[in-house]
T-cell receptor, first 115, second 116 residues
Framework: GAVVSQHPSRVICKSGTSVKIECRSL??????MFWYRQFPKQSLMLMAT?????????EQGVEKDKFLINHASLTLSTLTVTSAHPEDSSFYIC???????????FGNGTRLTVT | AQSVSQHNHHVILSEAASLELGCNYS??????LFWYVQYPGQHLQLLLK??????LVKGIKGFEAEFIKSKFSFNLRKPSVQWSDTAEYFC??????????????FGTGTLLAVQP
């Protein structure tokens, strides 16, 4: 159990376009979903925390107008990278949590390449 | 604010050697502690967790970790590693209560390479 599906797994887009990444908890309801970014050979950096039905909480230094997060239901959260630039190229990982303090379950990640 | 540090960035061991990966955190309140593993080409998986109770926790694949509150540490151990343990290991801390926000902060990771 506790499967998190992230889609797409890989996307290439042109500079200036927007890309949407979906994160779904398939067999449980996630009260909280987290979005992380992982640069090569580095750890996961938390970008934002989203709770169903409320606005996401962004970490310091993360532009909320650039990385739009929507958590419309207990099983779906989306991250939209708006007006993408090459420096946004990275590996984005979502995770879902049943309740506060419980372990996170991770999606497989999305490799975004902006050309 | 909570933070996590992993001292070893890259560890190379021979099969059957013992493993200990260090993890220290900074937060004075209540914490939940986790170790995640990322095998090559795969997503992060939970290895073990500590919430409360016995400070020595056992996880999957023979791994264990000991929570030492006085040292703010949660080191990962395995008595005898196998080639299949080659992966990147992340320590993570979730602070809660006392005004802490519910978020999971990761250490920088330790890349373990086990030589056959």
């Amino acid at each position: 159990g506790a499967v998190v599906s992230q889609h797409p797994s890989r996307v290439i887009c042109k500079s200036g376009t927007s890309v949407k990444i979906e994160c779904r908890s398939l067999d449980f309801q996630a009260t909280t979903m987290f979005w992380y970014r992982q640069f090569p050979k580095q750890s996961l950096m938390l970008m934002a925390t989203s709770n169903e039905g409320s606005k996401a909480t962004y970490e310091q230094g993360v532009e909320k107008d650039k990385f739009l997060i929507n958590h419309a239901s207990l099983t779906l959260s989306t991250l939209t990278v708006t007006s993408a630039h090459p420096e946004d190229s990275s590996f984005y990982i979502c995770s879902a949590q049943r309740e506060g303090g419980s372990p996170l379950h991770f999606g497989n990640g999305t490799r975004l390449t902006v050309t | 604010a909570q933070s996590v540090s992993q001292h070893n960035h890259h560890v190379i061991l021979s099969e059957a050697a013992s493993l200990e990966l260090g993890c220290n955190y900074s937060y004075g309140g209540t914490v939940n502690l986790f170790w995640y593993v990322q095998y090559p080409g795969q997503h992060l998986q939970l290895l073990l967790k500590y919430f409360s109770g016995d400070p020595l926790v056992k996880g999957i694949k023979g791994f264990e970790a000991e929570f030492i509150k006085s040292k703010f540490s949660f080191n990962l151990r395995k008595p005898s590693v196998q080639w299949s343990d080659t992966a990147e290991y992340f320590c993570a801390v979730n602070a809660h209560g006392g005004g802490a926000t519910n978020k999971l902060i990761f250490g920088t990771g330790t890349l373990l390479a086990v030589q056959p």
